[in-house]
């Protein structure tokens, strides 16, 4: 049998190693097997690969740290573009609604000056349809087409945005399109809309305007036209009546002083006022003639009452000769109501020669009226009167052979056909009642 120690195969002892441990008296041992050696190699072997894999997942772990951060930089500097660009983008926004703004507030302000304009020139024109309308160029019943009707209304307020409209437009590299995000409709568009409308409607109600101007100023001037016409025909100086510059209302037998500083005439610049003054100036002229030919004699001193002797050469009935009659006989009754045929001052009332009772009228230009044969007068030398105003009543006094009206016309003195007043008359009725 081999020896302890002897190795059975080779027959060579394998001496083991004896670990000796003293601790003051103590003394301990311990055998070192050979396992012993190999399990603290591989607890060495254990700790460094440990440790290198440790070392070697530090090392990787940063990197993959510096990419995170590296990410998360280029992340945020991402956004910070894409905020950015948000606000600058905003920003184009405000700045664009701001000039928006003042373009609104700008059109609005001509929009209203626009409008004032019209209703301005509506209250100019008020006064002059009023007279027309005195002066029978429009009934009551025409329809208005120079009032401002309802008109669209002139808005300031800001248009609200659709933020479906301005899309989040992203590009491929990531930066925002916002800015290239087209408006539909901004608020300047929308007050140009508003603004094109109403300037259309101010344009129509304009151009209604002035076509019935042109309208009452042709009518007004057919009119004066026709007046004067007539009464030129009667003898009367049309000229001087159109150039007469006495206010309607003013005794013309009178002589009265005028005057005033001088003052620059009023100019009238568009054509909207130049076709005011035509207006005012056909107004006036058809005033002017209007109110001759209402002053002037062409009523009938007995209305309804046949003439019984014309104007001209008769035989007189107290002679049995040719003689003038210098007027016309109207028939009456005594105690008829005898009227002035126009309006006009008192320049004689009593007793003539030939004439009875006699008033006679002075009517301007010229121009007398006489009446005779009356039983009594009613008014007084320097009174007023108006056409168709009640001067006296009928009889036959003076020269006559029964009761009657004697009615004369004279133009400075001399006398000449009442017939053709009273003619005249019929036609004026249809221009100035």
Not at 99 to 128: I, P, T, W, Y
Not at 159 to 169: E, G, L, N, S, W
Not at 254 to 259: A, F, H, K, M, V
Not at 276 to 301: H, I, M, S, W, Y
Request: glycine share 10%; with cysteine; charged share 25%.
């Amino acid at each position: 049998m081999a020896k302890a120690g002897e190795h059975r195969v080779f027959g060579k002892a394998s001496q083991n190693h004896v670990l000796i441990l003293a601790s003051g008296e103590k003394i301990r041992h311990m055998t070192i097997r050979p396992w012993m050696g190999a399990l603290a190699t591989c607890c060495i072997g254990v700790a460094v690969i440990g440790y290198l894999g440790a070392t070697s997942y530090l090392v990787v772990r940063d990197d993959l740290i510096g990419a995170t951060m590296a990410r998360q930089a280029r992340m945020q500097y991402d956004y910070e573009d894409r905020i950015s660009a948000l606000r600058a983008q905003l920003d184009r926004i405000t700045s664009r609604q701001l000039l928006d703004q003042q373009v609104v507030e700008q059109k609005v302000d001509k929009l209203m000056q626009q409008q004032n304009a019209l209703f301005s020139r509506h209250g100019k024109l008020g006064s002059l349809l009023d007279r027309a309308q005195e002066n029978g160029l429009m009934g009551k019943d025409d329809p208005s087409q120079l009032t401002p009707d309802t008109l669209p209304a002139a808005t300031g307020s800001e248009p609200t945005y659709d933020t479906d409209r301005h899309a989040d437009i992203t590009a491929p590299d990531g930066s925002t399109l916002l800015a290239l995000a087209p408006l539909r409709e901004n608020l300047a568009d929308r007050a140009d809309r508003v603004f094109s409308k109403v300037t259309r409607s101010l344009k129509t109600i304009e151009r209604a305007q002035m076509t019935k101007i042109a309208a009452l100023t042709s009518g007004a001037a057919d009119t004066a036209d026709a007046i004067s016409d007539i009464l030129r025909k009667t003898g009367v100086d049309v000229a001087s009546v159109e150039d007469d510059e006495t206010p309607v209302g003013i005794d013309k037998t009178s002589t009265s002083g005028i005057g005033g500083p001088y003052v620059e005439p009023q100019l009238f610049g568009s054509a909207f006022d130049n076709s005011l003054g035509q207006l005012d100036a056909a107004l006036d002229r058809l005033e002017k003639v209007r109110a001759t030919a209402r002053d002037l004699p062409f009523g009938n001193p007995e209305p309804g009452h046949a003439v019984t002797s014309q104007f001209g050469n008769r035989m007189d009935p107290f002679l049995g000769r040719i003689a003038l009659h210098a007027g016309i006989d109207f028939q009456a009754a005594i105690g008829d109501n005898i009227r002035a045929t126009g309006a006009g001052k008192v320049i004689f009332a009593g007793p003539s020669t030939g004439y009875g009772n006699m008033v006679e009228i002075d009517h301007g230009y010229g121009i007398t009226t006489r009446y005779g044969h009356m039983s009594k007068i009613l008014v007084t030398l320097g009174e007023k009167v108006a056409a168709g105003d009640v001067i006296a009543l009928a009889g036959a006094e003076g020269r006559a052979t029964g009761p009657h009206v004697h009615y004369e016309v004279r133009r400075n003195g001399e006398a000449i056909n009442p017939i053709h007043f009273l003619n005249a008359g019929l036609k004026l009725n249809t221009y100035i009642e």
